[in-house]
């Protein structure tokens, strides 16, 4: 062990770092990572964060460029002024969604300076493979990238973040290939288009519909895009409001302060592995006038409509398709009066009928399927595409597809009579994970309960996160290095379970996990006259073609990896003592939009991390 140790302070000590003040906050379970102290003549000298032997030699010199080493385009440098807030991306910038600099170097963190400066907070930040979206802090959406501005794959720049919608006080954004939908404070979902061309208002454009409540016609004003508003069918009950939205490939999920669960089609894909969770729905036809008539349409999955599509030919040819002779009272989904790119394509939201009683806490959209929590029991319900064992059934469960709601059991790798409930879902492309807090006995203490990260589904990258580069995995199975994991508490002197505070899973398949590794005994660290709490360990992992998890190369890790601070070195908001970048939570003393307008004061921020498409980012978001 005193060897483990003087290896890793000898690793420190070859980097130039300085070693400062006192972490007193241990970090206990086997195989994890921990800080340890090292003492010298009698006294406390220092600190070194030391990487269990799973991971031991990804930090290593030969891994990441040392702390001498320029990284970035010229001038990348992050601001240094006091309340600067920096938002800092990397990864892929094929189609300028990470940048818009033509010197951009995806292999180290930058700027984006378009959503930096002084106060500057975001409250949401998206990325899709084309076009990106955020929403600044006076609730307005902006949007940039070739997919957006509609420029040609070659294009050596693109312009900056183009404000959209304005107005609506948005909170939450989540992007498809053809739409934004948005979420505004007051509990409606608006949609608008993710290309600048087809936002313009003409006269041909048709009418805004909004709710009965609306007093715009006093004045005939016009709104400064085309958007539309999606109304629920029922319609929502007194007082309630959608407070969540999520996004797959061609479906949306919607969630209500009353925990009910609305879905709506994107595409004509949008229940290709039943993912919709109805097969029913009402699309508005773009050879109408009039948006009050539309057109009953089933949308059927693809196992449905030819169960012998991923055969051999011969073999189809002795055993046919059935032929299904479709209703009459619906419409084939490839009408040619149906624009899928049109925002208007589907303009209702329909309450998922299976759902119906069922109290929800949380939505979660993966590319093909969609989860969602009970509020009461954690349990997960799943149903959509399964493949690659995504929908976490077992591994006897080899169906492609799951058509309806089916509960996951979440307690297969656990000893008899362990309690296990879902706190937290994630999901992106073909994986998903599920934190779950488990405990034995019927009244549990602070030290009986444990919190792990359970992944299942699609690991050829790593993205399961268990070591491993499994293509399918049906059986949860636990995340290492940050299962597990407890934290001492120096106040209440005992071991407390550390969660995870985020888990952001890419389409393309990396995650990062922020561990809500705050100090428990109330340290502040001023820095600038500034008071900031830090401590939140940001981990990446899965794949890495694209530089996308900021290590400086290529190569996927299959196990969450801390992200070092070298390549963030020289920013205010960035330490680089510990040699690993740790999110910070602060208040500025005036919070700012993307306008230079002051919107509050002594505004609470938080850092805040998105894995997006093939690209990564950290930006301060506004704690609302």
């Not at 030391?50 to 702390?67: F, K, N, R, S, T």
């Not at 070659?154 to 919608?165: I, Y």
């Not at 169960?307 to 398709?321: D, E, L």
């Given at each position: 062990m005193q060897a483990h140790f003087a290896r890793s302070a000898r690793i420190c000590l070859r980097r130039g770092v300085r070693w400062q003040g006192i972490h007193t906050t241990a970090v206990s379970g086997r195989g994890r990572a921990g800080l340890y102290m090292f003492i010298a003549g009698g006294g406390l000298v220092g600190a070194a964060f030391v990487l269990p032997p799973v991971y031991q030699d990804i930090l290593e010199e030969c891994d990441v460029p040392g702390a001498s080493t320029s990284f970035g385009a010229k001038g990348s440098k992050v601001s240094t002024g006091k309340d600067e807030l920096d938002t800092i991306t990397w990864g892929a910038n094929q189609y300028h969604t990470v940048s818009t600099d033509a010197s951009y170097n995806p292999k180290s963190p930058s700027p984006f300076r378009s959503m930096s400066g002084a106060g500057v907070a975001l409250r949401d930040l998206a990325f899709h493979e084309k076009h990106a979206a955020c929403v600044d802090a006076s609730g307005d959406i902006y949007q940039w990238g070739d997919g957006f501005f509609d420029l040609p794959s070659d294009s050596q720049s693109s312009p900056g973040p183009a404000l959209t919608l304005s107005g609506k006080d948005i909170i939450a954004i989540t992007l498809s290939q053809y739409k934004v939908y948005a979420l505004s404070r007051s509990g409606?979902?608006?949609?608008?288009?993710?290309?600048?061309?087809?936002?313009?208002?003409?006269?041909?454009?048709?009418?805004?519909?909004?709710?009965?409540?609306?007093?715009?016609?006093?004045?005939?004003?016009?709104?400064?895009?085309?958007?539309?508003?999606?109304?629920?069918?029922?319609?929502?009950?007194?007082?309630?409001?959608?407070?969540?939205?999520?996004?797959?490939?061609?479906?949306?999920?919607?969630?209500?302060?009353?925990?009910?669960t609305f879905a709506a089609p994107v595409t004509s894909f949008a229940n290709s592995h039943g993912q919709l969770g109805m097969r029913k729905v009402q699309l508005t036809s773009s050879s109408q006038t009039s948006l009050s008539t539309r057109m009953p349409v089933e949308l059927l999955p693809n196992a449905l409509v030819d169960p012998f599509a991923r055969f051999a030919p011969a073999v189809r040819t002795i055993s046919p398709a059935p032929t299904v002779s479709p209703p009459t009272t619906t419409t084939a989904p490839r009408d040619e009066t149906l624009d899928e790119t049109d925002i208007r394509y589907c303009d209702m939201l329909f309450e998922v009928p299976s759902l119906k009683g069922v109290d929800v806490a949380q939505v979660v959209a993966g590319s093909r399927s969609s989860y969602v929590r009970t509020r009461k029991e954690g349990r997960v319900l799943g149903f959509g595409a399964n493949e690659f064992g995504q929908m976490a059934l077992g591994g006897a469960y080899t169906t492609d597809f799951v058509p309806a709601p089916t509960e996951i059991i979440l307690t297969r790798g656990y000893p008899g009579g362990t309690n296990v409930k879902c706190i937290d879902v994630a999901a992106g492309g073909d994986i998903v994970y599920f934190t779950v807090e488990t405990s034995k006995g019927a009244v549990p203490t602070s030290s009986d309960i444990n919190i792990d990260l359970l992944a299942a589904g699609m690991g050829q990258f790593g993205s399961l996160g268990n070591a491993g580069y499994i293509q399918a995995q049906g059986t949860p199975v636990k995340v290492k290095v940050i299962s597990g994991v407890k934290e001492y508490n120096e106040v209440t002197r005992s071991n407390q379970?550390?969660?995870?505070?985020?888990?952001?899973?890419?389409?393309?398949?990396?995650?990062?996990?922020?561990?809500?590794?705050?100090?428990?005994?109330?340290?502040?660290?001023?820095?600038?006259?500034?008071?900031?709490?830090?401590?939140?360990?940001?981990?990446?992992?899965?794949?890495?073609?694209?530089?996308?998890?900021?290590?400086?190369?290529?190569?996927?890790?299959?196990?969450?990896?801390?992200?070092?601070?070298?390549?963030?070195?020289?920013?205010?908001?960035?330490?680089?003592?510990?040699?690993?970048?740790?999110?910070?939570?602060?208040?500025?003393?005036?919070?700012?939009?993307?306008?230079?307008?002051?919107?509050?004061?002594?505004?609470?921020?938080?850092?805040?991390?998105?894995?997006?498409?093939?690209?990564?980012?950290?930006?301060?978001?506004?704690?609302?």
């Amino acid at each position: 062990m005193q060897a483990h140790f003087a290896r890793s302070a000898r690793i420190c000590l070859r980097r130039g770092v300085r070693w400062q003040g006192i972490h007193t906050t241990a970090v206990s379970g086997r195989g994890r990572a921990g800080l340890y102290m090292f003492i010298a003549g009698g006294g406390l000298v220092g600190a070194a964060f030391v990487l269990p032997p799973v991971y031991q030699d990804i930090l290593e010199e030969c891994d990441v460029p040392g702390a001498s080493t320029s990284f970035g385009a010229k001038g990348s440098k992050v601001s240094t002024g006091k309340d600067e807030l920096d938002t800092i991306t990397w990864g892929a910038n094929q189609y300028h969604t990470v940048s818009t600099d033509a010197s951009y170097n995806p292999k180290s963190p930058s700027p984006f300076r378009s959503m930096s400066g002084a106060g500057v907070a975001l409250r949401d930040l998206a990325f899709h493979e084309k076009h990106a979206a955020c929403v600044d802090a006076s609730g307005d959406i902006y949007q940039w990238g070739d997919g957006f501005f509609d420029l040609p794959s070659d294009s050596q720049s693109s312009p900056g973040p183009a404000l959209t919608l304005s107005g609506k006080d948005i909170i939450a954004i989540t992007l498809s290939q053809y739409k934004v939908y948005a979420l505004s404070r007051s509990g409606k979902v608006y949609v608008l288009s993710s290309k600048q061309k087809a936002q313009a208002v003409t006269d041909e454009t048709p009418g805004m519909r909004s709710s009965w409540w609306s007093v715009s016609w006093l004045w005939n004003a016009k709104p400064n895009i085309d958007h539309v508003e999606l109304l629920p069918e029922p319609k929502r009950q007194q007082s309630e409001k959608f407070v969540s939205i999520s996004a797959g490939r061609s479906h949306i999920l919607a969630l209500t302060s009353h925990g009910r669960t609305f879905a709506a089609p994107v595409t004509s894909f949008a229940n290709s592995h039943g993912q919709l969770g109805m097969r029913k729905v009402q699309l508005t036809s773009s050879s109408q006038t009039s948006l009050s008539t539309r057109m009953p349409v089933e949308l059927l999955p693809n196992a449905l409509v030819d169960p012998f599509a991923r055969f051999a030919p011969a073999v189809r040819t002795i055993s046919p398709a059935p032929t299904v002779s479709p209703p009459t009272t619906t419409t084939a989904p490839r009408d040619e009066t149906l624009d899928e790119t049109d925002i208007r394509y589907c303009d209702m939201l329909f309450e998922v009928p299976s759902l119906k009683g069922v109290d929800v806490a949380q939505v979660v959209a993966g590319s093909r399927s969609s989860y969602v929590r009970t509020r009461k029991e954690g349990r997960v319900l799943g149903f959509g595409a399964n493949e690659f064992g995504q929908m976490a059934l077992g591994g006897a469960y080899t169906t492609d597809f799951v058509p309806a709601p089916t509960e996951i059991i979440l307690t297969r790798g656990y000893p008899g009579g362990t309690n296990v409930k879902c706190i937290d879902v994630a999901a992106g492309g073909d994986i998903v994970y599920f934190t779950v807090e488990t405990s034995k006995g019927a009244v549990p203490t602070s030290s009986d309960i444990n919190i792990d990260l359970l992944a299942a589904g699609m690991g050829q990258f790593g993205s399961l996160g268990n070591a491993g580069y499994i293509q399918a995995q049906g059986t949860p199975v636990k995340v290492k290095v940050i299962s597990g994991v407890k934290e001492y508490n120096e106040v209440t002197r005992s071991n407390q379970p550390l969660a995870c505070k985020l888990v952001s899973a890419s389409p393309t398949g990396h995650t990062i996990v922020l561990l809500d590794t705050f100090q428990l005994d109330g340290n502040v660290h001023a820095q600038n006259g500034d008071q900031t709490r830090k401590g939140r360990d940001v981990l990446v992992w899965g794949a890495n073609s694209n530089y996308q998890l900021g290590l400086g190369k290529r190569s996927s890790m299959a196990v969450p990896t801390p992200l070092p601070s070298v390549s963030f070195i020289g920013g205010y908001d960035v330490d680089d003592q510990l040699n690993r970048m740790m999110a910070r939570e602060r208040t500025v003393s005036a919070l700012t939009d993307l306008k230079g307008k002051k919107v509050a004061k002594n505004a609470k921020v938080e850092q805040s991390v998105v894995a997006g498409w093939g690209c990564s980012a950290m930006y301060w978001k506004v704690v609302q």
